[in-house]
């Protein structure tokens, strides 16, 4: 079997998100440790923090609590990293990996036992720091952190996905399962505990050696690491940078976040270079750019918006900023403009990269890999009196490069003309963007479909529900994509599908409905052909509605398209349109069987063989969705006579659509008309008439 550079590039990304899996809790337990030693320090609270008070007592028990995820940090990885790769039953993988794991050690305590010298290993000694022994759950063991956690975990996962569901003999029933998977491992950790035992203190040694070269590499290190660590983020491989730095073996025993902790003490009250005392803090500098850098390319963004669209603009970019300079959290900033312009995402790199070496320069240190908060709780509060005058100065080296990404983001933006938000074309939607919808335009990209934005949404919906092997059946209404899933747990929360320019999701068990809008036919066509693994390729000659000029300064007002009684959309009997998913407008109760042009227009949709639908678009550039009845999908067609056809230009009350009222009731539909105007958002002048009878082509519910 030959393995593609995707296949590859994909399983690296799922292992790396794996690995994240238990990464979640240490922002936490970090910030509590830092919270109970500042509480602690006299220096800081006085007598109040001083040992034998209640305070301090109760301050000693929250820190012991909060060093829980570090001291147990290769049974967390054990435990939690086999979650995100098991394709079934994660719980009881997590389970089989825990007892696994404990084997394993179990082994290798036994072989170092009988005859550690033979492995080079001095087994009588105490297990601590440069031992090469380290204390799992009272087992003596080689000391591996979590780089064999994570590799025993791996193993545990393959062994669930491929033995958990095996078939053996009903009298051996009680075997199967957990158990049986268990069995396996067991089997298979006594010659791997025997391989490591032989290989591991050479590896041990191999990473010292590593841990030195990196200690005096001083500037081109620390350069090397955050640019590393920034630019494989896309990917999603920087876990490979970063983990075994901050919470592994890389640089420091324990890794660079607990080390720091421990000693967090000594440095507060030592007036000695931060950066001769840990010179391993240079490696946990890397959140400076999230602080100082990003600010400055959302103000460069911002000022190179035109003027029309900067107050919508500074809506989208100052929570975004505000996330990622308080908490860390830079995805909606950063794939922002690395989806519209990858050269700024590789200038931003370059300039995280030199932000980290110069303040390194200058004498800076610590753990300064999250936001604001690491900023203040974990360096500033605690160490300013005996290192004030190194945090000024990292503040002022930071402004500097918050006015360099300032200049050089706006520099290029204006240089290359680049559509960063603000700067799209009228009929645009201005947006962050996610990583989800940057991996779907990467893909895109090699399909030749890299500006095609029914593509890329179409992709990135079916990412979103799960993926080719999720999706069991799929159809399309007027507005919606109806998809049947295997799995339900797999479908991402409604913000994912939103964030790609769905108007909601619909999610009852099995079923869910993606709400595209009227271009759902065009979306539909790009999922079927990439849920079938055809290639796919544009339109030719063809311009969508939505990218059709518009003229936004035209008032006009569309008159009832059928008869009978005016209602609001609240009142529909359809959570899409009642909570207006698909825009603002008005429902008709009909008394009539015709549907007519409100006003002149061109048919821009025919829901083709339901027959039950209709979109337009008006001089004004609004869009009109006339939908009748209520699920009348489901008739496929039937009581339904199209007059018209998709492209053809209209006058107002010329005759669209005819249907059978009788036929719809008869199936237990309601036939209740839909007047939704889809990007009503853009018209803030839009009145709606309210509830009374109206005639067909006479009287006017809707005025712009």
């Known amino acids: 079997m030959t393995l593609s550079k995707d296949r590859v590039m994909q399983g690296m990304q799922r292992f790396g998100g794996a690995m994240y899996t238990p990464v979640v809790l240490f922002a936490f337990f970090g910030l509590t440790v830092a919270l109970s030693i500042i509480c602690k320090n006299e220096g800081i609270l006085g007598a109040l923090a001083a040992k034998g008070t209640l305070w301090y007592d109760f301050w000693f028990v929250v820190e012991q609590g909060a060093w829980t995820v570090f001291a147990q940090m290769p049974i967390l990885f054990a435990i939690a990293v086999p979650i995100g790769f098991a394709k079934k039953e994660p719980a009881r993988c997590a389970m089989e990996a825990f007892v696994i794991y404990m084997v394993f050690n179990y082994f290798i305590s036994g072989f170092l036992t009988l005859d550690g010298a033979f492995f080079g290993v001095d087994y009588s000694q105490d297990a601590g720091a440069g031992t090469g022994l380290a204390m799992i759950a009272n087992i003596k063991t080689l ?109 420091c025993d324990g890794g660079i976040q607990a080390y720091w902790l421990q000693h967090i003490n000594d440095f507060a009250t030592s007036a000695q270079s931060l950066k001769d005392m840990f010179p391993e803090g240079g490696f946990a500098l890397h959140g400076s750019s999230k602080v100082f850098g990003l600010p ?44 519209v312009a990858p050269l700024l995402y590789l200038v931003h790199s370059i300039l995280a990269a030199t932000l980290s070496a110069t303040l390194y320069f200058f004498g800076l240190a610590g753990n300064f890999g999250g936001g604001l908060i690491d900023c203040f709780v974990q360096n500033w509060i605690p160490l300013f009196s005996y290192h004030s005058g190194t945090y000024i100065m990292q503040i002022v080296i930071g402004l500097c490069f918050t006015a360099i990404y300032f200049f050089t983001f706006r520099f290029m933006i204006l240089k290359f003309d680049y559509a960063t938000p603000g700067r799209t074309a009228d009929d645009v939607e201005d947006k962050l963007f996610s990583k989800d919808e940057y991996n779907a335009k990467k893909e895109m990209e090699d399909m030749g479909l890299a500006g095609n934005a029914m593509a890329i949404k179409a992709k990135v919906f079916l990412d979103c529900l799960g993926g080719p092997d999720n999706i069991k059946e799929v159809t399309n209404c007027a507005t919606r994509l109806r998809v049947t899933v295997g799995d339900p747990d797999k479908v991402k929360p409604v913000s994912k599908f939103t964030k790609a320019g769905a108007y909601g999701l619909v999610k009852n068990g099995h079923a869910v409905q993606v709400i595209v809008g009227l271009s759902v036919p065009q979306v539909r066509g790009y999922f079927d052909a990439l849920l ?173």
């Open 296 to 339: 400055g390319a959302a103000l460069a963004i911002y000022m190179c918006a035109k003027p029309e669209k900067k107050k919508k603009t500074a809506a989208l970019l100052i929570p975004a900023t505000l996330t990622a300079v308080i908490c860390g959290i830079t995805e909606p900033l950063e794939f922002t403009f690395l989806f």
């Open 532 to 704: 079938k693994g055809e290639s796919i390729a544009p339109a030719e000659g063809q311009q969508s509605a939505a990218n059709a000029p518009a003229a936004m300064d035209l008032s006009m007002k569309l008159e009832a398209c059928v008869s009978g009684k005016l209602i609001d959309m609240a009142e529909v009997n359809d959570d899409m349109f009642s909570q207006k998913m698909m825009g603002d407008g008005v429902a008709i109760e009909p008394t009539g069987d015709t549907i007519v042009a409100p006003a002149d227009a061109e048919v821009t949709m025919v829901m083709e063989g339901s027959l039950h639908a209709i979109g337009l678009r008006f001089a004004n550039g609004a869009e009109l969705l006339i939908h009748v009845g209520i699920d009348t999908v489901k008739l496929n067609g039937r009581g339904f006579q199209l007059l018209t056809e998709q492209g053809a230009h209209v006058k107002k009350g010329e005759p669209l659509l005819r249907f059978d009222p009788q036929v719809i009731r008869d199936a237990g539909y309601q036939t209740t008309v839909i007047m939704a105007v889809t990007n009503s958002a853009d018209y803030p002048q839009m009145q709606k008439k309210p509830d009374q009878k109206v005639e067909a082509n006479e009287t006017p519910v809707l005025t712009f």
């Open 143 to 251: 000391d591996m952190g979590m780089l064999g956690a994570i590799f025993i975990a791996c193993v545990t996962a393959w062994l669930h996905n491929r033995f958990y569901d095996t078939d053996i003999p009903e009298w051996l029933g009680i075997f199967k399962g957990p158990a049986f998977v268990v069995a396996v491992g067991f089997a298979v950790m006594i010659p791997l505990a025997f391989v490591f035992c032989l290989i591991w203190p050479a590896i041990q040694h191999g990473i010292m050696n590593f841990q030195g070269f990196l200690k005096t590499s001083g500037l081109l290190g620390v350069w090397a690491y955050t640019f590393s660590e920034r630019i494989l983020l896309p990917a999603g491989l920087h876990h490979f940078i970063y983990l075994p730095f901050i919470f592994g073996p890389a640089v």
